[in-house]
């Protein structure tokens, strides 16, 4: 982006934790990148074996927080003259991520590029 023309003042980078817990999109830069969107599909989908049930009070505030990400997401991607980076594993994991009317606004208008997949972290 930098090679294009953008300075980094005018570009910004924040992950989908970060913007789910803030319901709202702060971020006032030209470009905003975001990471790691399908996040919490992705660690359910490979993990390794069953996981016990999350008390209720953990399955609420997950909930929260897909529904913090649903929303501040789409305010990102309805913005006037934003330009946005949204990072995934891939189509179908941002329909569950993001829910399918979500997603399909954003396919309907995304430019999207299949990447190879990063070196997952050494953590086994």
Not at 32 to 41: N, Q
Not at 51 to 71: H, I, K, N, T, Y
Not at 75 to 91: A, D, F, K, T
């Amino acid at each position: 982006m930098v090679n294009a023309g953008y300075g980094a003042e005018r570009i910004a980078v924040t992950n989908a934790f970060e913007m789910a817990r803030a319901y709202d999109v702060p971020i006032q830069a030209e470009v905003v990148l975001v990471d790691d969107v399908t996040i919490s599909v992705d660690l359910r989908r490979e993990a390794k074996g069953p996981r016990p049930l999350d008390p209720a009070e953990a399955q609420a505030a997950l909930a929260l927080q897909a529904a913090g990400l649903r929303e501040t997401v789409t305010q990102l991607v309805r913005r006037p003259n934003q330009s946005w980076i949204l990072i995934g594993s891939n189509e179908e994991r941002l329909v569950e991520t993001l829910g399918e009317g979500v997603a399909a606004n954003i396919l309907a208008v995304a430019e999207v590029a299949d990447l190879p997949a990063r070196p997952k972290p050494g953590w086994e």
